[in-house]
């Protein structure tokens, strides 16, 4: 069965960096694009980036030049490296494959446990 399992949040202060990781097994990884998404309390589940089989990477414009997603499709691994954080970039961050060309939640095909970012002012 496929699993995304993530890691790597926790509690930073504004201005700091963290780096997640997302492991993946039971699934041919490079045939997918993997993306994360976050979710704030009370808000909606929304888009942070994607990096697709191809290599390129897309971005939200509230994350451009702060963040950059990489992947080692030897591993299995995709990685969201935050730099610059703010508070408002707390949120449970999740992992997620999909193989659509149209990234929204509803297209995702596997999702992460998720992973808490807290980052304090």
């Known amino acids: 069965q496929v699993q995304l399992v993530e890691s790597g949040g926790g509690l930073v202060q504004a201005g700091g960096s963290l780096r997640l990781s997302c492991a993946a097994s039971g699934l041919t990884f490079s045939n997918y694009a993997m993306a994360w998404f976050r979710q704030a309390p009370g808000k909606e589940r929304e888009f942070v980036g994607i990096?697709?089989?191809?290599?390129?990477?897309n971005y939200a414009d509230s994350v451009k030049g702060r963040f950059t997603i990489s992947r080692d499709n030897a591993k299995n691994t995709v990685y969201l490296q935050m730099n610059s954080l703010k508070p408002e970039d707390t949120a449970v961050y999740y992992c997620a494959a999909l193989k659509s060309a149209v990234v929204a939640v509803v297209n995702v095909d596997y999702w992460g446990q998720g992973t808490q970012v807290t980052v304090s002012s």
């Open positions: 990096r697709w089989g191809g290599g390129y990477p």
